[in-house]
């Protein structure tokens, strides 16, 4: 199970912005956990909720709690296009 980020407009989650690869990155659900593997050019960007920012680059990230997350894009740049996750535990 996975949604794919990028430019392609097949894709489950479009952006537009130029930075965005085609096939960016997706979200996968595996074991039980949720990981962002990046397989762009320019990297994502993930804000976590403790405000700390990672830059992946043909990479995979354990997502955990809240964040956000910028398709090629740092936060500095006040990205225009951004997902935002929560992951609530379950009981």
């Known amino acids: 199970q996975s949604v794919l980020m990028g430019r ?3 894709h489950e989650l479009t952006v537009e912005s130029k930075l965005a690869s085609r096939n960016h990155a997706e979200i996968e659900y595996t074991n039980g956990k ?3 593997p990046d ?3 320019n990297g994502t960007f993930i804000l976590t909720g403790e405000g700390e920012t990672i830059h992946l680059h043909r990479e995979t990230f354990l997502l955990q709690g ?3 997350i910028s398709l090629g894009q740092d ?3 006040n990205p225009a296009e951004l997902v935002q996750y929560y992951l609530r535990q379950s009981d």
């Open 39 to 41: 397989h762009s050019t």
């Open 66 to 68: 809240n964040g956000q």
């Open 34 to 36: 949720f990981v962002l």
């Open 8 to 10: 392609d407009p097949d």
């Open 75 to 77: 936060f500095s740049g």
